[in-house]
């Protein structure tokens, strides 16, 4: 079993950043593919960023649209952690956000979830 923990969430003002943590434990995760959702008051869950092991210490990242050039996913596996580094926030980025991971080859849904951690962006 693996345990996700999020943190790093709070109130922002527009234009300002961010650095969301999910700290894993139970297993490591550094070959673990791991996710960055989120979702906002009556909307659907929505996927920001996806962070896949390709071979030794290469990773492929993918990020949403709506976050490209502002968001970064990164890790750090002495500290089976993940990251996403949220820059340049804007209102429609209020969310709670989710870390998930899954073993690979990632076969969605997520096997496992974290609890969320509220982001609020104020205009």
């Known amino acids: 079993q693996v345990k996700l923990v999020e943190s790093g969430g709070g109130l922002v003002q527009a234009g300002g950043s961010l650095r969301l943590s999910c700290a894993a434990s139970?297993?490591?995760?550094?070959?673990?593919?791991m996710g960055w959702f989120r979702q906002a008051p009556g909307k659907e869950r929505e996927f920001v960023a996806r962070?896949?092991?390709?071979?030794?210490?290469?990773?492929?990242?993918i990020m949403a649209d709506s976050v490209k050039g502002r968001f970064t996913i990164s890790r750090d596996n002495a500290k089976n952690t993940v990251y996403l580094q949220m820059n340049s926030l804007k209102p429609e980025d209020t969310a709670v956000y989710y870390c998930a991971a899954d073993p690979p080859p990632l076969r969605e849904p997520y096997d496992y979830w974290g609890q969320g951690t509220q982001v609020t962006v104020s205009s």
């Open positions: 962070h896949t092991w390709i071979s030794g210490s290469t990773y492929y990242a």
């Open positions: 139970g297993r490591t995760v550094s070959r673990y593919v």
